[in-house]
């Protein structure tokens, strides 16, 4: 099953002059597939999953999700799409080191206004049970660790069990032994819960242990790899 279709994404930049930035990008992603963009910094792979994420809206061509085609619709709409939808981990976790775990991952939630305080607290608890750190739940999140911050991020991102998780260098401050921790995790949620993950990354050994490798150079998708066996294919 196709949960995400681009089909001929174009995109310029117009400082200091107009640049095709992406020339024609066309794939497609499987319900449950852990895909993993790579190529040099500059190659378009961040400013492709910017587009996928539905917060630059500026581009020609196609996108659908769920196979709802996203072009044309207001800011309004896609910002509730997204609430709805799509779960966000960064190369910054981004939490508000205020609050402890629970409450940053209970955010989103809370935002969407689609369950109850008491079902969102069950449901953040739930996840952060998913990552290893309900034992850390009433910790203020400036007291954890870099690598405990991004596995909270990753709760964060899965509260309102989204159809898509898009990370944008999610291992790229953390060390090996961090980077694995979340390297499994993430894995985990696309085979043992068919999460759709899609990531960009610059970490070799991270996208060698997902399904596919998307490889860019230029604006264009240069190539396609399924480092695993049993990867799933569409």
Sequence with gaps: MTILK?????????????????KGVSFEVAKGEFLSIIGKSGCGKSTLLYILSTMDTDYEGNLEIKGENLRGKTQNELAAF???????????????????????VMMPAMKLGKYSNEEIEHRAIEK???????EYAR???????GGQQQRVAI?????????????DEPTGNLDKANSIKVFD??????????????TVTHDPDFANGSDRIIEMEDGNIIGTHFPKQGAKQL
């Design 128 to 134: 952060l049970k998913l990552v290893g750190m309900d």
């Design 155 to 167: 709760a964060r991102a899965l509260v309102n069990d989204p159809a898509i998780i898009m990370g």
């Design 139 to 145: 910790k203020h999140a400036s007291k954890l660790s």
């Design 82 to 104: 997204r609430g709805e939808n799509l779960g966000f981990v960064f190369q910054f976790h981004y939490l508000l080191p205020e609050f402890t775990a629970l409450q940053n």
């Design 185 to 198: 995790i993430l894995s985990q949620l696309a085979h043992d819960n068919n999460q759709t993950i899609i």
């Design 6 to 22: 681009a089909d001929g994404i174009v995109k310029y930049f117009t400082e200091p002059e107009k640049f095709k930035v992406l």
